[in-house]
């Protein structure tokens, strides 16, 4: 892993985190759920209206619990990548560091916040992944 993909895995893990947070809200809208009113028949156990929100309530359960790991995961990551950054010597380049890879920031963010010309900041980017050892 270079250092960019290494101070990249946060941006990719917050990412994947959404698109779960995204499937979640989804399943939750689709699944049957307490609210529907079931007949006395609907609750014999073997009825397929009831295993339906049986399942659906597992597989909302099995992505929270999938979730949380996750976020759990993304709270280590995060707190690795900043001592990493906090080592760069350089203010400026800790600066950029931290828009990009803790702040998910774009480049126009960034150029605009630090107030220097596009060239400039990537010269500061490339000086300060110098700077990294993993």
């Known amino acids: 892993m270079d250092i960019k993909e290494y101070l990249s895995q946060a941006f990719y893990l917050n990412k994947q985190i959404k698109a779960k947070e995204k499937r979640l809200e989804w399943l939750r809208d ?8 079931f007949s006395e028949e609907a609750k014999v156990p073997g009825n397929p ?6 399942n659906a309530a597992i597989k909302v359960v099995a992505l929270e619990e999938e979730i949380a790991t996750d976020i759990l995961r993304l709270v280590d990551v995060v707190k ?3 001592k990493t950054i906090s080592r760069v010597d350089s203010i400026e380049c800790r600066t950029i560091l ?4 803790l702040g998910y920031m774009s480049w126009e963010e960034i150029i605009a916040r630090m107030g220097y010309a596009r060239s400039y900041v990537f010269k500061l980017h490339g000086k300060a992944l110098r700077m990294i050892h993993i």
Request: with cysteine; aromatic share 4%; net charge negative.
């Open 30 to 37: 689709i699944a049957p759920g307490p609210s529907m009113r």
């Open 49 to 54: 209206r009831a295993s339906a929100v049986e």
């Open 98 to 101: 931290e828009c990009r890879y």
């Open 80 to 82: 690795d990548i900043e």
